[in-house]
Nanobody, 125 residues
Framework: QVQLVESGGGLVQAGDSLRLSCAVS????????MGWFRQAPGKEREFVAG????????VYADSVKGRFTISGDNAKNTVYLQMNSLKPEDTAVYYC??????????????????WGQGTQVTVSS
C-alpha cells in the first residue's frame, strides 16, 4: 500500500512560481515511477511530469517543458513539482500518483494505481 498526500497549491498571479509536494508513505518512491497529473474543469486528467525508478529519468508534457521540474528527496520520501512562469492555463487540480507496477514513466493515467487527494492551483492573469 502507498499513501500520497499533496500540498503546496494556492492562488498566484501569472509569472509566479509554486512548489507542490507529494509526501509518500508505505513504500519508498524510488522503487517505482511517480507522476504528476492535472485536471481542469470540464477537461480530462492530463499528464504533467513523471520521474522514474530511483529518479533516473524524468519526462514532461510539452506544455510545461522548460517551466516545471519534477524531483525527489529520498530522505523525506517526497516528490516535488517546481512550477515556474505559471500561466492561467496551468489552473487545475494537481494530483500526485504512483505507478507501482513499473519502473519506467507512463503518460497514461490508467497506469497509475495510487493517487493523492489533489491540490488546487489557480493562476490569475
Amino acid at each position: 500500500q502507498v499513501q500520497l498526500v499533496e500540498s503546496g497549491g494556492g492562488l498566484v498571479q501569472a509569472g509566479d512560481s509554486l512548489r507542490l509536494s507529494c509526501a509518500v508513505s508505505g513504500r519508498a518512491f524510488t522503487n517505482y515511477a511517480m507522476g504528476w497529473f492535472r485536471q481542469a474543469p470540464g477537461k480530462e486528467r492530463e499528464f504533467v511530469a513523471g520521474i522514474g525508478y530511483i529518479g533516473a529519468s524524468t519526462v514532461y508534457a510539452d506544455s510545461v517543458k522548460g517551466r516545471f521540474t519534477i524531483s525527489g528527496d529520498n530522505a523525506k520520501n517526497t516528490v516535488y513539482l517546481q512550477m515556474n512562469s505559471l500561466k492561467p492555463e496551468d489552473t487545475a487540480v494537481y494530483y500526485c500518483a504512483a505507478d507501482t507496477g513499473r519502473f519506467r514513466i507512463s503518460r497514461a493515467y490508467r497506469s497509475y494505481d495510487y493517487w493523492g487527494q489533489g491540490t488546487q492551483v489557480t493562476v490569475s492573469s
